[in-house]
């Protein structure tokens, strides 16, 4: 082989290989000789990563095939006169000579450096400029259209002509605004060692070797963006490029040919003219407010999937916001009557900073994560509103049950978080507010859940909403193909006090924290989505219809359809790239292609009209994605047979953003007064009115200045409800009324004008019963000629009920809540189950007097108003209805005239029924009274009789209208056997329907004598085992007799030998007494005795006694005195 050499080897990856061309020639190490050989390659499987090769010494020998993967190579430089297509294709040459990590300042100098580097002389370089030129003008149609940069081609050829190129010292690098040349060529490249795969891609002149080029000091970064437009509005501006960088400048960004104009030195110099028609495209593009263009898009002419998609999320917006939870008001219990879910209140108000600031840019870098996190796997939102809710509960919420499962684990990075991001989860971070420049303080440890103030909380649901522009373009083609969507929504939780507290200066911080973390979410929902729809979906079907064997081989396919456009995943995939391969699996499949789909929307005006209505969704590059999308799901339906369950699209899900949230805005003021009425019952009065500064915006267009005190900041909602109005016992009697209401509507006892039910299958979910007057307000009836007239108003239907007059409007009469003889319709709205709720709308002022009143039954309910997307998310405020509450929309207010109402399914839990009092206009009633007059005096004309025979002479007129009628009658009669025959099947039918009615009663039996075997069996385990438990409680019970007994015992012992020591003390203080009054008197003797005086004593048993001493006694011995002395 002439004019080659090897270079440093490398081991094959699938990035290298998905840059090899046929007749490549390669020098690789075959696994089973053990040695190096060189070899030419003749063809290739990029998606089974193989190709097959000969040897170069020997073409026409036998061919091989080698796996890729882990296969060591070097690429041989052939000469010009071996390289069989580098001369037709200089493109080629040239990226194989500038490396894909190299990064320059725009297209021109780089041209400038490939003639250099290559050893040219400067010729063919306004050719390749000129070409440079065109794949910049097919981005600017294709993409963002910026104008600046055609500005800058021009600017930088006039350059060139005044100031030749000169053969730089090395590579220019330049960190703001540099360009990636082609965006994942340079497979070869190994970030860990450089210098090892630095010689992959070395090209050789003409003839003569090419010196290797410097290599850089920093490997450069992969897809990086130019930032060529300015920061959206309400978006926070955290630098250049998106980046969230704390050296972030905090004035928009500039463009390139901005931020090269302002030195003469720069090859984007420009005049003052020039500038100012510069600034001024600038300023008349709306759709610079976006995202950076990805560099692969500015140098090839190509939108990537990545970008397109990329665009489809800056039409979406931001979506995230600042909450805070309330706990539910409704006090109802029980297994059927559940409390209604707690109240998230969404501060949509909210803008973020523009510029951030430097807490919100360093929490958004550093305070995040890592972090510890809760994933909480549930149907519906009612555990994670629990957890959120209640903090001193959420470590006892850890675990499983049947309906739930919650974990903790920690986070990382958002990356990280994706292996969580499934259908019906929910992802909570949790964080303490700190305030000043630290802002918040990631929680790490599990327990420290229970005391964060602070949570992002990110939630899947599993909705249509979010592919709705897809499903209508697949849908004008094939009415069976649908796309699901997992809606992502992402929400920062305060505690309430936090709510309370913090200023609207703190809270906006707090938005601009979230509006980052948002935006760091953009790159995980690109890499879910390219990943998910095209790369996975693509190969997916490719394989299947391999499986399938319906087709030929790839390598059969022309050659430019064989591999067009294929990249491994993490690569950049071309739009026209995928185009391409979409058209030829379609082209193997054998239906519609993306051309065909192209020209069916064409010609569809409802497709075409829906496509221009959401022009601004639908540009070219987003219409040609979501058409090779439509094309895919396509070919998947025609491999499966028209099979639409077993497709994969089915399982497929989109990972999108979505602003729908089930929450209010306005945190309503209450201000209770206690009334009592005439009858002497007392009741509570609760007037709304909307927070201060925070007001509809329509507020002051509806509402009379009479109506409210701007000084005073009074702004009345317009509604009023009264609760403990009425007694338990009399609701109980209208919920009787309401239930026989029930049965007559199922027997077909009331006229079908007067109700109308909303079926789903064979299940009722809500009935609407009118009385006194209806209003026409379905499709098919306002579609009626005459349904504007009396303002849609009908008197085809009962009087008001008796027991609504009495129990009902009697008592609110007699309350003062509303005005006497005024009520003159009324409607029962039944919502039988609670699945189902009425959607937004206005009880119209042309047909209705204010007040509205309204009476709620059998459980709790909430009136929403200001709700979207048929009523149900997305709310201004509500009003609590418990059982037993009278709602009155008054007259001039906000409630009733400035904002729609309705009742959401997710706020009634069982059975609820509203009880509706009105005032139809009395013009509307008059006129109405008209209608069916008139309808009813046509239907008698549509009545007669019978004209007897024989009574006048029959004409030929008379004759011809009898034939008439006589062959009418044969046809009548012709279509009556018809009848009898239809009819005569139909009752075969139902006899066979009976048969299988007996025996499905059969088994019904046979399944109730089962159940009632099983209940035997149950009730005699139930049966032995209280017996069992009666037996422990007897035992129980003789033992606590035994015990009591013992005590008792135990207490008449202690109360004797009491009184036992109360006697022994009682005597012997009586003995001492005793012996002192006996001591007394004998010394009282003694001492008479002494004296020769004479004694007397009396004593009760002795009597009285008197001693006389005849002699003066002799004095007593000493001895004798000593013991008197001591008994004294």
Same mark, same amino acid.
């Given at each position: 082989?002439?004019?080659?050499?090897?270079?440093?080897?490398?081991?094959?990856?699938?990035?290298?290989?998905?840059?090899?061309?046929?007749?490549?020639?390669?020098?690789?190490?075959?696994?089973?000789?053990?040695?190096?050989?060189?070899?030419?390659?003749?063809?290739?499987?990029?998606?089974?990563?193989?190709?097959?090769?000969?040897?170069?010494? +020997?073409?026409?020998?036998?061919?091989?095939?080698?796996?890729?993967?882990?296969?060591?190579?070097?690429?041989?430089?052939?000469?010009?006169?071996?390289?069989?297509?580098?001369?037709?294709?200089?493109?080629?040459?040239?990226?194989?000579?500038?490396?894909?990590?190299?990064?320059?300042?725009?297209?021109?100098?780089?041209?400038?450096?490939?003639?250099?580097?290559?050893?040219?002389?400067?010729?063919?370089?306004?050719?390749?400029?000129?070409?440079?030129?065109?794949?910049?003008?097919?981005?600017?149609?294709?993409?963002?259209?910026?104008?600046?940069?055609?500005?800058?081609?021009?600017?930088?050829?006039?350059?060139?002509?005044?100031?030749?190129?000169?053969?730089?010292?090395?590579?220019?690098?330049?960190?703001?605004?540099?360009?990636?040349?082609?965006?994942?060529?340079?497979?070869?490249?190994?970030?860990?060692? &450089?210098?090892?795969?630095?010689?992959?891609?070395?090209?050789?002149?003409?003839?003569?070797?090419?010196?290797?080029?410097?290599?850089?000091?920093?490997?450069?970064?992969?897809?990086?963006?130019?930032?060529?437009?300015?920061?959206?509005?309400?978006?926070?501006?955290?630098?250049?490029?998106?980046?969230?960088?704390?050296?972030?400048?905090?004035?928009?960004?500039?463009?390139?040919?901005?931020?090269?104009?302002?030195?003469?030195?720069?090859? %984007?110099?420009?005049?003052?003219?020039?500038?100012?028609?510069?600034?001024?495209?600038?300023?008349?593009?709306?759709?610079?407010?976006?995202?950076?263009?990805?560099?692969?898009?500015?140098?090839?002419?190509?939108?990537?999937?990545?970008?397109?998609?990329?665009?489809?999320?800056?039409?979406?917006?931001?979506?995230?916001?600042?909450?805070?939870?309330?706990?539910?008001?409704?006090?109802?219990?029980?297994?059927?009557?559940?409390?209604?879910?707690?109240?998230?209140?969404?501060?949509?108000?909210?803008?973020?900073?523009?510029?951030?600031?430097?807490?919100?840019?360093?929490?958004?870098?550093?305070?995040?994560? &890592?972090?510890?996190?809760?994933?909480?796997?549930?149907?519906?939102?009612?555990?994670?509103?629990? #957890?959120?809710?209640?903090?001193?509960?959420?470590?006892?919420?850890?675990?499983?049950?049947?309906?739930?499962?919650?974990?903790?684990?920690?986070?990382?990075?958002?990356?990280?978080?994706?292996?969580?991001?499934?259908?019906?989860?929910?992802?909570?971070?949790?964080?303490?507010?700190?305030?000043?420049?630290?802002?918040?303080?990631?929680?790490?440890?599990?327990?420290?859940?229970?005391?964060?103030?602070?949570?992002?909380?990110?939630?899947?649901?599993?909705?249509?909403?979010?592919?709705?522009?897809?499903?209508?373009?697949?849908?004008?083609?094939?009415?069976?193909?649908?796309?699901?969507?997992?809606?992502?929504?992402?929400?920062?939780?305060?505690?309430?006090?936090?709510?309370?507290?913090?200023?609207?200066?703190?809270?906006?911080?707090?938005?601009?924290?979230?509006?980052?973390?948002?935006?760091?979410?953009?790159?995980?929902?690109?890499?879910?989505?390219?990943?998910?729809? %095209?790369?996975?979906?693509?190969?997916?079907?490719?394989?299947?219809?391999?499986?399938?064997?319906?087709?030929?081989?790839?390598?059969?396919?022309?050659?430019?359809?064989?591999?067009?456009?294929?990249?491994?995943?993490?690569?950049?995939?071309?739009?026209?790239?995928?185009?391409?391969?979409?058209?030829?699996?379609?082209?193997?499949?054998?239906?519609? /292609?993306?051309?065909?789909?192209?020209?069916?929307?064409?010609?569809?005006?409802?497709?075409?009209?829906?496509?221009?209505?959401?022009?601004?969704?639908?540009?070219?590059?987003?219409?040609?994605?979501?058409?090779?999308?439509?094309?895919?799901?396509?070919?998947?339906?025609?491999?499966?047979?028209?099979?639409?369950?077993?497709?994969? #699209?089915?399982?497929?899900?989109?990972?999108?953003?979505?602003?729908?949230? +089930?929450?209010?805005?306005?945190?309503?003021?209450?201000?209770?007064?206690?009334?009592?009425?005439?009858?002497?019952?007392?009741?509570?009065?609760?007037? #709304?009115?909307?927070?201060?500064?925070?007001?509809?915006?329509?507020?002051? /267009?509806?509402?009379?200045?009479?109506?409210?005190?701007?000084?005073?900041?009074?702004?009345?909602?317009?509604?009023?409800?009264?609760?403990?109005?009425?007694?338990?016992?009399?609701?109980?009697?209208?919920?009787?009324?309401?239930?026989?209401?029930?049965?007559?509507?199922?027997?077909?006892?009331?006229?079908?004008?007067?109700?109308?039910?909303?079926?789903?299958?064979?299940?009722?979910?809500?009935?609407?019963?009118?009385?006194?007057?209806?209003?026409?307000?379905?499709?098919?009836?306002?579609?009626?000629?005459?349904?504007?007239?009396?303002?849609?108003?009908?008197?085809?239907?009962?009087?008001?009920?008796?027991?609504?007059?009495?129990?009902?409007?009697? &008592?609110?009469?007699?309350?003062?809540?509303?005005?006497?003889?005024?009520?003159?319709?009324?409607?029962?709205?039944?919502?039988?189950?609670?699945?189902?709720?009425?959607?937004?709308? #206005?009880?119209?002022?042309?047909?209705?007097?204010?007040?509205?009143?309204?009476?709620?039954?059998?459980?709790?309910?909430?009136?929403? %108003?200001?709700?979207?997307?048929?009523?149900?998310?997305?709310?201004?405020?509500?009003?609590?209805?418990?059982?037993?509450?009278?709602?009155?929309?008054?007259?001039?207010?906000?409630?009733?005239?400035?904002?729609?109402?309705?009742?959401?399914?997710?706020?009634?839990?069982?059975?609820?029924?509203?009880?509706?009092?009105?005032?139809?206009?009395?013009?509307?009633?008059?006129?109405?009274?008209?209608?069916?007059? /008139?309808?009813?005096?046509?239907? %008698?004309?549509?009545?007669?009789?019978?004209?007897?025979?024989?009574?006048?002479?029959?004409?030929?007129?008379?004759?011809?209208?009898?034939?008439?009628?006589?062959?009418?009658?044969?046809?009548?009669?012709?279509?009556?056997?018809?009848?009898?025959?239809?009819?005569?099947?139909?009752?075969?039918?139902?006899?066979?329907?009976?048969?299988?009615?007996?025996?499905?009663?059969?088994?019904?039996?046979?399944?109730?004598?089962?159940?009632?075997?099983?209940?035997?069996?149950?009730?005699?385990?139930?049966?032995?085992?209280?017996?069992?438990?009666?037996?422990?409680?007897?035992?129980?019970?003789?033992?606590?007799?035994?015990?009591?007994?013992?005590?008792?015992?135990?207490?008449?012992?202690?109360?004797?030998?009491?009184?036992?020591?109360?006697?022994?003390?009682?005597?012997?203080?009586?003995?001492?007494?005793?012996?002192?009054?006996?001591?007394?008197?004998?010394?009282?003797?003694?001492?008479?005795?002494?004296?020769?005086?004479?004694?007397?004593?009396?004593?009760?048993?002795?009597?009285?006694?008197?001693?006389?001493?005849?002699?003066?006694?002799?004095?007593?011995?000493?001895?004798?005195?000593?013991?008197?002395?001591?008994?004294?």
């Amino acid at each position: 082989m002439v004019g080659t050499r090897a270079a440093g080897s490398a081991v094959m990856d699938p990035g290298t290989a998905a840059v090899l061309r046929t007749d490549d020639r390669l020098k690789v190490y075959h696994p089973r000789s053990e040695r190096w050989e060189s070899v030419v390659v003749k063809k290739i499987r990029k998606r089974r990563c193989r190709i097959e090769v000969c040897r170069e010494d +020997d073409p026409s020998g036998a061919l091989e095939w080698l796996d890729l993967p882990g296969l060591k190579y070097k690429r041989l430089r052939s000469s010009a006169k071996s390289s069989g297509g580098s001369e037709a294709n200089p493109s080629v040459k040239a990226r194989r000579v500038v490396k894909p990590r190299r990064r320059v300042r725009a297209v021109g100098p780089i041209v400038r450096q490939r003639a250099v580097a290559t050893g040219g002389d400067g010729e063919g370089v306004a050719d390749e400029v000129e070409e440079a030129e065109k794949r910049l003008k097919g981005a600017y149609e294709k993409s963002l259209n910026p104008p600046s940069l055609i500005h800058m081609i021009r600017l930088e050829k006039k350059w060139e002509k005044r100031n030749p190129p000169e053969q730089p010292s090395g590579w220019a690098r330049d960190d703001d605004g540099v360009i990636d040349l082609v965006e994942g060529e340079d497979d070869d490249y190994n970030e860990e060692d &450089p210098e090892a795969s630095g010689s992959g891609s070395e090209v050789q002149g003409k003839g003569e070797e090419e010196e290797e080029v410097a290599e850089p000091s920093t490997p450069p970064r992969r897809g990086s963006y130019v930032p060529i437009s300015f920061i959206a509005p309400h978006t926070p501006d955290f630098g250049p490029s998106g980046s969230l960088s704390r050296d972030a400048p905090s004035t928009p960004s500039e463009s390139p040919v901005a931020a090269g104009a302002k030195s003469r030195e720069s090859p %984007f110099y420009m005049t003052r003219r020039v500038k100012r028609r510069l600034s001024e495209l600038e300023a008349s593009f709306d759709f610079w407010e976006g995202r950076a263009l990805p560099c692969a898009d500015l140098v090839s002419g190509e939108s990537s999937v990545r970008s397109v998609l990329a665009r489809i999320l800056d039409v979406k917006g931001t979506t995230s916001s600042v909450c805070y939870m309330r706990e539910t008001e409704s006090k109802q219990e029980g297994m059927q009557l559940r409390k209604l879910p707690h109240i998230m209140y969404r501060m949509s108000y909210l803008e973020p900073e523009s510029p951030a600031s430097s807490s919100a840019r360093s929490c958004v870098e550093e305070a995040l994560f &890592p972090a510890r996190a809760c994933v909480i796997q549930s149907d519906d939102d009612v555990a994670y509103r629990e #957890y959120v809710m209640w903090p001193s509960r959420r470590l006892e919420m850890l675990g499983e049950n049947d309906k739930t499962s919650c974990s903790t684990c920690m986070a990382d990075s958002i990356a990280a978080m994706r292996r969580h991001l499934r259908e019906n989860s929910c992802v909570i971070l949790h964080y303490r507010y700190r305030g000043g420049e630290a802002l918040l303080e990631a929680c790490q440890a599990t327990r420290s859940v229970a005391e964060s103030d602070l949570q992002i909380c990110l939630s899947l649901k599993q909705s249509t909403t979010g592919t709705t522009e897809i499903n209508r373009v697949a849908g004008s083609i094939s009415k069976g193909l649908k796309l699901s969507a997992l809606c992502l929504k992402l929400d920062l939780f305060i505690s309430p006090t936090l709510a309370k507290n913090l200023s609207t200066a703190e809270l906006s911080t707090l938005a601009t924290v979230v509006a980052g973390f948002e935006r760091g979410l953009e790159d995980l929902i690109l890499g879910w989505n390219t990943d998910t729809l %095209f790369h996975r979906y693509l190969a997916d079907l490719e394989r299947k219809f391999e499986e399938a064997g319906s087709g030929n081989e790839a390598e059969d396919l022309p050659c430019d359809c064989a591999g067009a456009g294929a990249a491994p995943r993490g690569c950049c995939l071309s739009l026209d790239g995928l185009l391409r391969r979409v058209n030829c699996l379609c082209a193997r499949v054998g239906c519609m /292609d993306t051309n065909k789909i192209f020209r069916a929307l064409r010609a569809d005006a409802e497709a075409s009209a829906f496509i221009q209505k959401n022009s601004k969704f639908f540009c070219r590059s987003t219409t040609r994605l979501v058409v090779a999308l439509v094309g895919l799901m396509y070919a998947d339906l025609a491999l499966e047979g028209g099979k639409d369950r077993e497709c994969l #699209y089915r399982r497929m899900r989109v990972l999108c953003r979505t602003d729908s949230r +089930d929450s209010f805005r306005y945190e309503m003021l209450v201000r209770e007064t206690l009334c009592k009425g005439v009858c002497g019952r007392e009741f509570v009065k609760n007037e #709304y009115f909307f927070p201060p500064r925070h007001i509809p915006d329509n507020y002051r /267009d509806v509402v009379p200045a009479s109506q409210y005190d701007a000084a005073a900041d009074i702004y009345p909602a317009g509604v009023t409800t009264y609760t403990d109005l009425f007694s338990d016992e009399g609701l109980r009697k209208v919920e009787g009324r309401v239930v026989e209401l029930e049965h007559k509507i199922s027997q077909r006892l009331l006229p079908e004008s007067c109700y109308d039910r909303s079926q789903h299958w064979n299940c009722v979910r809500r009935t609407k019963t009118f009385f006194g007057a209806r209003y026409l307000w379905t499709k098919e009836q306002k579609s009626q000629s005459s349904a504007g007239k009396a303002g849609g108003i009908r008197l085809d239907v009962p009087r008001v009920p008796k027991w609504v007059r009495e129990d009902v409007e009697d &008592p609110l009469v007699r309350c003062r809540v509303v005005p006497e003889n005024f009520i003159n319709s009324s409607a029962v709205n039944i919502y039988h189950d609670g699945s189902e709720g009425i959607q937004s709308h #206005y009880d119209d002022d042309s047909r209705f007097a204010r007040p509205i009143v309204s009476l709620r039954l059998f459980s709790d309910s909430r009136l929403s %108003f200001g709700t979207q997307f048929f009523g149900y998310v997305n709310g201004s405020f509500f009003v609590p209805m418990p059982r037993g509450c009278i709602t009155v929309m008054e007259e001039r207010g906000y409630a009733a005239n400035g904002i729609k109402h309705s009742v959401r399914p997710t706020d009634m839990t069982a059975k609820s029924v509203a009880v509706i009092l009105r005032h139809v206009h009395d013009e509307c009633m008059e006129e109405a009274a008209e209608i069916l007059m /008139d309808e009813t005096g046509r239907w %008698f004309q549509g009545l007669g009789l019978e004209e007897g025979q024989g009574k006048r002479p029959v004409d030929d007129s008379q004759k011809e209208a009898r034939a008439a009628e006589k062959a009418e009658a044969d046809v009548q009669k012709v279509v009556r056997s018809v009848i009898r025959q239809v009819q005569g099947r139909v009752r075969a039918e139902q006899r066979a329907a009976e048969q299988r009615e007996k025996a499905a009663r059969a088994a019904a039996r046979a399944a109730e004598r089962e159940c009632a075997k099983v209940e035997r069996e149950c009730a005699k385990v139930v049966k032995e085992l209280l017996q069992s438990v009666q037996g422990r409680l007897r035992v129980e019970q003789r033992e606590a007799a035994d015990r009591d007994k013992a005590a008792r015992a135990a207490e008449r012992d202690a109360r004797l030998v009491r009184s036992v020591v109360r006697g022994l003390v009682s005597s012997t203080i009586k003995e001492v007494q005793r012996e002192k009054a006996t001591a007394k008197v004998v010394a009282n003797i003694l001492k008479a005795v002494a004296g020769g005086r004479k004694y007397k004593f009396s004593s009760k048993k002795t009597g009285k006694a008197t001693f006389y001493l005849a002699k003066k006694p002799e004095p007593w011995p000493e001895d004798a005195q000593n013991i008197v002395q001591k008994k004294s």
